[in-house]
RNA sequence: GCGGAAUUGGUGAAGUGGUUAACACGCCGGAUUGUGGCUCCGGUAUGCAUGAGUUCGAUCCUCAUAUUUCGCC
């Protein structure tokens, strides 16, 4: 069974949605915030602690798999989720990402993209059949479609004939994918540019994907720019399929973009701060690593919900274990970071049920920047 | 007691008779956006054991003192 979205409401004085994605796993309701697990793990947690922030679905990776253990691997295994003991809803990201991260410009060809395993060294192709193909493989929920994420700037020539590939990929994609159990995604490039991302979504919309995903953003741009090149996209999808912006986590971020009609977010910042020991709180990011914090024997944030909160583990014990490099820091920040962004994300789901998202930007942004 | 060697920041240390004393770790900050998992970027010795001398100029040469260390009686 492919995916359900339902939208269930608008909000009034923006074009924040509240909806309801329903998959082979398990529902969930949006806006919602996917943890990144990479490698079929979301860095330092267990499938429980995954299950206690409340993660709707989480997000693993093509590329990475593809290389390490392989598809076929996780094929035996039962496919992803039996592989990695989670029966939660589960995205693959296409490996499109890769491209911007780990490909020069000369090593994307119409054919695809070559790349150097980053583990041994070895030429590589990527080809959107292939990611698709994979994919299919690892059985995930959603499957992302094989697209160039370019970086910020670049010429309209450039993007011009970017977005171009990007669609004929999409649609080589769509062509190969045979998994009935698994939903496609689109996702639309662009830049910053009005009629191309326009042109994009509409040519998508023709291809008929099973939801739609932002690509192209933060990698580089300032937020207004962000903003706009959402604003191009929201403003001509359809609005009965969910939406994704990719790769986009800061809670400003996230905030703003749901106004302009958001469902999905991930992002790798919660659980990469934390592994560096930062913290996010209602009053602003931390750095559990600073002295002031030594003798701080009070929990991150006292009305957190987060089992490292609960539990009241201290920032002084925090602060130590992340300067000393146990894991335990890691993993206990982690918890509490992904639990303050999927929290953040209920707080808007209830916003917009009140119709009150505008107030609770505007507390949301004093509060954070210190009023 | 006699003789030798050593003494550079929080630590391990490099270094030179002449502008800002290398590097590493630590420490103090900052960064991080579809994760190439111990990453990246800053800051961190107004001073080279102490005192005196030689010299235009000494962390570097000389002497004394202190401390450490090795050997001998």
């Known amino acids: ?33 996917m943890p990144v697990g990479t490698e079929a793990t979301v860095k330092t947690l267990s499938v429980e602690e995954i299950k206690d922030v409340h993660a709707g679905i989480i997000l693993a990776n093509t590329y990475h798999l593809w290389l390490r253990p392989g598809e076929d691997i996780i094929a035996r295994a039962g496919g992803l989720h039996e592989f990695m003991h989670y029966d939660g809803p589960i995205l693959t ?39 698709i193909e994979i994919q299919n493989k690892l059985d995930s929920d959603i499957a992302m479609s094989f697209d160039e994420c370019i970086g910020y700037p670049a010429t309209r020539e450039y993007v011009e004939k970017s977005v171009e590939r990007t669609l004929r990929w999409a649609k080589r994609g769509l062509q190969v994918h045979n998994n009935p159990n698994q939903s496609l995604f689109g996702i639309v490039q662009g830049g910053e540019y009005e009629d191309l991302r326009r042109h994009c979504v509409e040519e998508l919309v023709k291809m008929d994907f099973d939801g739609y995903s932002i690509g192209g953003t933060s990698v580089g741009e300032d937020k207004p720019t962000m903003y706009k090149m959402v604003s191009y996209a929201t403003k001509y999808l359809p609005s009965d399929k969910v939406r994704y912006l990719m790769g986009v986590g800061d809670p400003i971020d996230i905030i703003e973009n749901v106004m302009r009609g958001i469902d999905l977010f991930d992002c790798v910042s919660p659980t990469r701060l934390a592994r560096h020991g930062h913290a996010y709180t209602k009053y602003g990011k931390i750095n559990i ?20 909160c609960k539990s009241k583990y201290s920032k002084a014990y925090l602060r130590h274990l992340i300067v000393a490099n146990e ?43 210190h009023t």
């Open 1 to 33: 069974m492919k995916i359900e979205y339902t939208l269930l409401k608008k909000e009034k004085n923006s074009d924040a949605r509240l909806g309801k994605l329903k998959t082979n796993y398990g529902t969930f309701e949006t806006p919602m915030f």
């Open 93 to 131: 990201d296409s490996g499109g990402y890769q491209v911007f991260s780990l490909a020069r410009p000369k090593d994307i060809t119409e054919e695809g993209v070559h790349f150097k395993n980053h583990l041994n060294g070895d030429p590589l192709l990527l080809t959107p059949e292939k990611s």
């Open 289 to 308: 690593k600073n002295s002031k914090y030594k003798d701080d024997f009070t929990p991150i944030s006292i009305d957190c919900d987060c089992y490292t």
């Open 327 to 369: 894991t335990l820091g890691a993993r206990l920040l982690s918890i509490h970071n992904i639990r303050f962004l999927i929290h953040l994300t209920e707080d808007l789901r209830e916003a917009i049920k009140n119709d009150t998202i505008l107030a609770y930007k505007e507390q949301f942004i004093k509060d954070y920047y």
